[in-house]
Each structure stands twice: as C-alpha cells, then as structure tokens.
Nanobody, 123 residues
Framework: QMQLVESGGGMVQPGGSLRLACAAS????????MSWYRQTPGKQRERVAH???????NYTDPVKGRFTISMDNAKNTVYLQMDNLKPEDTAVYYC?????????????????WGQGTPVNVSS
C-alpha cells in the first residue's frame, strides 16, 4: 500500500537545525505535490511548506528564510531543512502528499498523511 514514512524529528536548542525527510513508498504513478504541516495542542494544523511536481515552492511567513523544502524525485522523498529554529517551531510535523494511484476503474488522487514526527525546540 502507498504510505508516507517520516523521519528526522527530535529535540534541538534554539538556533539549531534539523532536517526532516518523508519517503513515499508503495505503488503509485506520480506525485502532484508534497507538503509539510505542523500542529500543536489546541491549534489547527498549519501548512508550513509546499512543493509541486514542477518544483514550485511556498512557505508560511513565520518560516520564510529559515526553512527549505525540496524533493528528490528519484527517491520519491521530500525534505524539510529547518535552520535557526525557534521555540515557536515546536510541533508535531506531518508530511502530506497528493499522488496518483490506480484502481479497477482507472486512476484517482490519493492524499495520504504521515504519522507525524515531533520537533521540540527548547533550551
């Protein structure tokens, strides 16, 4: 089955860096986009970075200049390089994708979520 597997979260001091990775596995025909979201208790899930199949990217304002999203098409993996981390970046980070999958009647979009990887920015 098509799945997203996340890695790279952990604890880091303010000003430090982490790189998250999300690998898409299983049978699928193509990726339309991949995104990173984050969520803290009591808050809505927030999209922090997005990348399309043609390489277009965008970021939420609080992370611009500090986070970089990239995708390795050969590995079907999206990365989120997080630099100059701040305490307010603390959250569970989730990978999200829009992929094309096949079924008996043809093809359809499938939009899975990863399980989430926690990031804790604290002294």
């Amino acid at each position: 089955q098509m799945q997203l597997v996340e890695s790279g979260g952990g604890m880091v001091q303010p000003g430090g860096s982490l790189r998250l990775a999300c690998a898409a596995s299983g049978r699928f025909f193509g990726i339309n986009f991949m995104s990173w979201y984050r969520q803290t208790p009591g808050k809505q899930r927030e999209r922090v970075a997005h990348i399309t199949a043609n390489g277009r990217t965008n970021y939420t304002d609080p992370v611009k200049g500090r986070f970089t999203i990239s995708m390795d098409n050969a590995k079907n993996t999206v990365y989120l390089q997080m630099d100059n981390l701040k305490p307010e970046d603390t959250a569970v980070y989730y990978c999200h994708a829009d992929v094309i999958i096949g079924f008996e009647l043809g093809y359809t979009d499938f939009r899975p979520w990863g399980q989430g990887t926690p990031v804790n920015v604290s002294s």
